[in-house]
């Protein structure tokens, strides 16, 4: 039996068929008959009933036909393609997609193994999209693209490759889904902070044995009423008019996340030490870890809290605990580690009091070490500081001096305008003597006059002391050249704070809702997450540590439908990825990455 071609003209168009034939002996000859009509059929289709209508060597069915011509005519010679004539001039691209940036992101997910954390404990349930789906869509566009829910289900989405990449139809991606999804999520945050740390130690062998701990704030736009940690504090954004609330970050000594935890607005960040070293002991264990701190964390509760069960530290102070240093700062044996910095280890100066006496004894006893560090840097940079403070007040002065003049004003209005003037600049405030005394006509005297100059005290504590700040730590096996290093080390929680509150647009908070702010936090420190092991493998691929360039780059790769009319009436229509340019395939090349030429082209 064999396959033959036949041809019909239906509607004017001359269409193709198959039929299954055999040969047969009549009496006239040789003839052949029609065994079933095929239909049309493509190449596959094809190869299909070649491979099951083959003739078995060996079997009393080919035995009994030796002359039995094969299914299909030529078939041990290679397929030859059908060819058409396509209309050049007809050739488009329809559907323009972003790839690149989704399909780095999806690619970063799957390293982490998000993807199947989602996947176990969403769960499967009778939603019509998987709500680990929806996870994942959340924290792609944080990294990508981070804006509203409802622009992202809107805008976003339906024009990137984010539909054939998932699988997830851009009709059924709305706003109320992503809030939904982000309900299902914060649930996982404690789960999902311990597999981000075991995956992130598996991938880069990271050493948990220093950890960096910092507080900011973000802020809210609108009144957040029934939201209890909404509160007013201390804005690091410059926003004391919005409610907040207070992010606390632990993060590795190279900057990977380790946890975090979400206070409300107007909590110190003294306040929070213990809370936050009592959970990540409780979630990875007690060892030999050493915090480090900056100095708002700086308390007696603190230090005495940390001292428990040998915990040790390395935290800033307060710049009043400076003065006490004055004779160490005189001395000229300071130890130059690096271009531009200072440090010298002293013991607390012994004082004459009894309870002064005391502390320094109870230091002893905890073998508590202090480090001094001197910066050119940090001194140029406060000198520039003060500077500009002093002439904000050298202006201000010249200003109400002469208004003074010109008007009648009650002395003590001045006078309390001319102490919030010097509070507000207090670290030029000592460089200014300022009086305000009656004016000189009898009949004027219960007028203000301002009287000031600027003066240079003969000893300038301000002077000595800029640069230079002191930390205490109980670690006494480190040289003085590591504890600084360690410390400096918390510019990565730093800079965790600047690329969530930049790049992932962690604020303004438009959520209201108490478990909705949480949600929102806890998506962008997944984003977090992936944006520092994107950095991590640049960093490893010889790309230098910094992803936005990366990003940019490979988010101008498109996912695009090519239609190619033909002579025949129909279109052939295929889904490809543009080629990437010779830069683009360099970065590829070095992360190891391998960019899919087309998707497979399915309705959804």
Known sequence: MYIRQHFRTIDGQRKAYWALVESIRTSRGPRQR??????????????????????????????????????????????????????????RVENSKQFGGPWLALQLLQQLKLDQFFEKHHGAGRELVPWALVSMTLVIARLLDPSSELYLAEQWYPKTALPELLGVPAERVDDNRLYRGLDELLPLKDQLERHIKERMGELFDLDYDLLLYDVTSTYFEGQC?????AQRGYSRDQRSDCKQVCIALVVTRCGMPLGYEVFAGNTA??????????????????SNRIWVMDRGMT???????????????????????????????????????????????????????????????????NSEIFILCRSRDRKEKDRGIIQRAADKIAAKLS?????????????????????????????????????VVPKDDDKLKSYAKIQWQKIKPATDWHELSDGCYLLRTNV??????????????????????????????????????????????????????LWRVLGKECERAGLGDEPRRLLSELSELRLVDVVLPTDTGKEIRTRCVTRPSEHQKILLDRLGLRLPSRLKLTEM
């Open 476 to 529: 006494t096996d480190w040289s003085n050249e590591e504890l600084w290093k360690a410390y400096i080390q918390l510019t990565e929680a730093e800079d965790a704070f600047r690329i969530q509150k930049s790049d992932l647009r962690i604020r303004p908070i438009w959520h209201h809702k108490e478990d909705r702010v949480l949600a929102h936090i806890l998506v962008c420190f997944v984003s977090f997450v």
């Open 299 to 365: 308390s007696a509760e603190n230090i005495e809290f940390l001292r428990q069960e040998n915990r040790r530290y390395i935290i800033g102070t307060d710049k009043a605990l400076l003065k006490k240093f004055e004779q160490e700062l005189l001395k000229q044996d300071w130890k130059s580690i690096r271009e531009g910095i200072e440090v010298k280890l002293c013991k607390m100066p012994r004082e004459d009091t009894e309870e002064d006496a005391t502390d320094v004894r109870e230091e002893s006893e």
């Open 399 to 435: 200003t109400m001096t002469e208004r003074c003049e010109k008007q009648n004003r009650n002395q003590l209005m001045v006078s309390r305008e001319i102490g919030r003037l010097l509070g507000q600049n207090t670290r030029a405030s000592h460089l200014f003597d300022v009086r």
């Open 34 to 91: 029609v065994v079933s009509w095929l239909g049309a059929l493509d190449e596959a289709g094809r190869l299909g009933v070649a491979h099951a209508a083959k003739a078995q060597t060996g079997t009393l069915a080919s035995q009994s036909h030796p002359r039995q011509m094969a299914l299909f005519e030529y078939e041990d010679q290679p397929t030859e393609p059908i060819w058409v004539q396509v209309n050049v001039k007809g050739v």
């Open 225 to 229: 009423n029934g939201n209890p940690l």
């Open 269 to 286: 960040d003294v306040t929070t030490v213990q809370e936050i070293v009592g959970q990540i002991e409780g979630k990875y264990g007690k």
